[in-house]
């Protein structure tokens, strides 16, 4: 292989990392939770639910640090939310707070509220359901939900963007070593 070429694919390569890699990085730390009805006051919204949906996304800014969108099936409520579905924001991973919800799998969900989207983490007492008879004890019962939400899915425009990122990289790679195969 000619060295041209080796170094055309070099940069094609390092660029593509530079394009795809992400700008910001977290680390999780929590203060130790407080009671069921100490952390039941300072959150915006309580409620069970079965998770429907998990979407993925791009941060939409560099201050967006919970790109995960849970759409709940909200079952009982307690506290900030009537919704019969309600869409709740997490980080991508335990790194940077992220809650691991399953779908199909059933929560209690400790949300607060930040730029009108309710937000969860490691750091709240949310908890699988089945782990939360504690707190269903101490929070009674609860209401059913008394409006008919449906949340709309998310489209894939990031991952459309990324792929078209590359292909353009591709193309300009392509271009390149053509013209240096002719010289």
Known sequence: MKKPTILVMLLTF???LTLL???QSFACSCMAPGSVEEEFSKVN???SGKVIRIEESSPSSPDDFMPVK???EVKNTWKGTQDSEVAVFTGTDSASCGYSFV???NYLVYATESEGKLITSLCSITKP???ADKDLSILKDGEQ???ITKIPEQSNSGITWIILACLLIAAISYSIMRVMKKE
């Open 14 to 16: 390092l660029l593509s």
């Open 70 to 72: 849970v759409v709940f």
């Open 129 to 131: 359901l089945a782990a």
């Open 45 to 47: 919204a309580v409620f």
């Open 21 to 23: 890699s992400p700008s």
């Open 145 to 147: 939900p008394t409006k």
């Open 103 to 105: 779908q199909g799998k």
